[in-house]
Nanobody, 124 residues
Framework: QVLLVESGGGLVQAGGSLRLSCAAS????????MGWFRQAPGKEREFVAA????????SYADSVKGRFTISRDNAKNMVYLQMNSLKPEDTAVYYC?????????????????WGQGTQVTVSS
């Protein structure tokens, strides 16, 4: 059974930074692509960023490109999301997800395991 546990969320002022972490266990972490999604109140879950199994390829939503950076440490079974220049519209619950294969995917249907989420609130 795969377990994904996010941490690092919190309250930050606009323009600030946060680093989300996701600890994975349960299957060979380095074999699978990873992603971050978010869901704001009253909105559907949306793609934020994804990273391939090796970390060699990444993909970002246009809304976060240039501000957010996804990375992974396969030795530690960890994936991270560095969020800079945060905006109030970044407020959401952020979810870590593990893909069903090694390639990057940007749709939630391609991910078969999800964390419980961590709240990020950006005040104006």
């Amino acid at each position: 059974q795969v377990l994904l546990v996010e941490s690092g969320g919190g309250l930050v002022q606009a323009g600030g930074s946060l680093r989300l972490s996701c600890a994975a266990s349960g299957r060979t972490f380095s074999s699978y692509a990873m992603g971050w999604f978010r869901q704001a109140p009253g909105k559907e879950r949306e793609f934020v960023a994804a990273i391939s199994w090796s970390g060699g390829k990444t993909s970002y939503a246009d809304s976060v490109k240039g501000r957010f950076t996804i990375s992974r440490d396969n030795a530690k079974n960890m994936v991270y999301l560095q969020m800079n220049s945060l905006k109030p519209e970044d407020t959401a619950v952020y979810y870590c997800a593990q893909n069903s294969e090694w390639r990057i995917a940007t749709t939630s249907d391609d991910y078969d395991y999800w964390g419980q989420g961590t709240q990020v609130t950006v005040s104006s």
